[in-house]
């Protein structure tokens, strides 16, 4: 097991690293095709330039051909685009493992990690274009919609490790898309974006009614904090923003791995 969750650690780390790239790209307006190359001095990249985390520790921190500091940013995304795929790899593990027999395919649990590293890697996208440019990539996120539906569609013939009822699924995603677009309509558009309400759509697509609910608490709460800790710092009560985007993808996250957990705590706290 440690040697699958190594392999798909890096596995994910590379895909972060085309997040940087991809992010960036869209950003500038800039095609996606052609080859990496340094930002300030525009030369093509080498393959020893582009190895996940290793090539900014090798290099410390600074481009080889022009000795420019690199962002410590690309690294921590890289680092954490490994993390969520070797998580995604010991959710897959486990929860296949605890419904079938202990002979299941390993495929389902390769196929499962790839397909629950996705949407992580989905969330990570938007809460870091979000973080940078204070904003939602809206061609993305149309088609970010559509792969969530199509992998929630996928579910009804197919065992996914996170997807126990399609059905809850897409009503969850039509919950709280819905709870969304309300609060925008009826704040005359003010806090937040349309991206948001597909945000939490993918969200409720993949997390269901209960996870999606769990999800949004924490956006919520967890926003609020960082808010009220701005408004400390900045003095000012009115007009305080932050992204939200950031922070529905930590409470989607969360949630994915512990709304069942944190469900039971609170119900816990009830009695």
């Known amino acids: 097991m440690e040697f699958w969750i190594i392999i798909f650690f890096f596995f994910g780390a590379a895909f972060g690293s085309f997040i940087n790239m991809l992010i960036w790209r869209l950003h500038t307006g800039e095609s996606l095709m052609g080859r990496s190359y340094c930002d300030h001095s525009k030369k093509q990249l080498k393959p020893i330039d582009l190895i996940p985390i290793f090539s900014f520790l090798i290099f410390k921190g600074k481009c080889r051909e022009c000795g420019k500091k690199i962002p410590i940013l690309y690294p921590v995304v890289e680092f ?13 593990y486990t929860n296949f493992f605890d419904i079938a027999s202990a002979d299941l395919n390993f495929g389902f649990v390769i196929v499962g990690t ?13 809460g870091y274009f979000d973080y940078l440019y204070w904003e939602i990539e809206s061609r993305s996120v149309y088609v970010c919609v559509g792969i969530t539906f199509l992998i929630v569609l996928l579910g009804f013939i197919y065992p ?19 709870i969304i677009g309300l609060v925008y309509i009826l704040s005359k558009k003010g806090g937040m974006g349309e991206g948001d309400i597909f945000l939490f759509g993918i969200t409720g697509l993949m997390l269901g009614v209960e996870g999606g609910l769990v999800a949004f608490f924490i ?11 701005k408004s400390i710092k900045t003095k000012k009560i009115k007009d305080v923003k932050i992204q939200l985007a950031p922070f529905i993808a930590f409470g989607t996250i969360i949630a994915l791995f512990f709304h069942e957990e944190i469900i039971s705590f609170y119900l816990s706290m009830l009695v």
């Open 160 to 178: 996914l490790p996170f997807i126990n009822n399609p059905l809850n699924h897409l009503l969850g995603g039509i919950l709280l898309a819905g």
């Open 80 to 92: 954490i685009a490994g993390a969520l795929f070797a998580l995604a790899f010991i959710k897959s």
């Open 219 to 229: 956006t919520v709460m967890s926003g609020s904090i960082i808010g009220i800790i």
């Open 114 to 126: 790839i397909i629950l590293g996705i949407f992580l890697l989905i969330e990570l996208f938007f």
